[in-house]
């Protein structure tokens, strides 16, 4: 039998991925054919009010004014996925008018749960709803694909993968930041003979690009560079493939990543920092010595080697995990994986 999965996507990497997660997930298990819908805010409302009108109108009302869609310009899916507020009002409307079982990555935004099949969320403060299932965001890679680590991390060949985002809120990242990376990616080049893939993303500034530009003029044959600016979305496999991951604790998303790679990753800090939602998340990956933590202003490279070291990368594919999850919403007689 054929599945139909729906990704309902609001056009944001980091929300979008998470729903390819699911649907890759499933995948490795089940015939499925995949439907995509873009999203879009159209009545330009500001970002939170969406979900909670949603919450209040009847279904075909919300489809139509948040989202100028009707019920019959989508066929009936076997599943829902989505991620971010902006999907939330279509993925529950959807779900109703089919009647069929959805699934929702991240916090529910006011919407009573019952208006999901599955939750998926990172924090573990949501646990104990029997449809809430708490662990690592749902990532679309499969780490299947990638190369074996090195077993040592003291090999001269060390491939070192860097995931490099940008400033938030809550994540100062700042000049003198991004050159203390610089020098840090020098030192691994200098003085462990590594080699370096390093991958931006649509938020890295022009203060990172500078210090990239100093790491490449002393160690240019030792770098290569996947620069969002030109590569697009989509384009870390090579940063993911490498025996050591480090990437800066910006983003989510890319910790979480890092974390699933079967590699250690080690997230680095800017020196200022205020608290985050995603503290809780953060803190359970380190507790399953998946992921490190380390300021990039206090921290050398033997340091870094041996933070690396203590850590117990998993072994499992993470696909595999998720599916456990996902898969008794579309066959109940038994796909789901051991």
Known sequence: MQHDVLILSDGRPGHYRQSEGVVAA??????????????????????????????RLPPTTTLGMLYGIAPNDIAPPSLIVSAGGLTLGANVALARIHGVPNVFCGATRGFALDHFSLVLTDDPSEAGPP????????????????????????????????????????????????????????????????AITLATSPRTPPEAYAAIETLAAVAAEKLS???????????????????????????????????LSRRPAIALRPQTTTPTRDDGA??????????AVRDIADTTVDELIEAAMSLKPMTENHLDLLAR?????????????T
Do not use: C, Y
């Open 225 to 259: 560079l996947i620069d969002f600016r030109t590569a697009g979305p989509g384009s870390l496999g090579p940063a993911l493939a490498t025996d050591l991951l480090l990437v800066t604790s910006d983003s989510m998303t890319m910790m979480t990543e890092a974390a």
């Open 26 to 55: 499933v995948r490795r298990h089940l015939a499925i054919t995949e439907q995509r819908v873009e999203l879009t805010n159209r009545l330009r409302l500001p970002k939170a009010l969406v979900p909670k009108l949603a919450r």
């Open 131 to 194: 449809n809430v299932r708490i662990g690592p965001k749902p990532a679309n890679f499969d780490p299947d694909t990638l190369t074996t680590p090195a077993d040592d991390l003291a090999d001269p060949a060390l491939r070192v993968g860097v995931l490099v985002g940008g400033a938030t809120a809550t994540s100062a990242f700042e000049s003198d930041d991004w050159h203390r990376l610089a020098r840090l990616l020098i030192a691994l080049v200098t003085e462990k003979g590594a």
């Open 282 to 291: 953060i803190d359970w990956l380190v507790a399953q010595h998946w992921l």
């Open 325 to 337: 999850s996902v898969l008794p919403l579309l066959d109940p007689t038994g796909a789901t994986p």
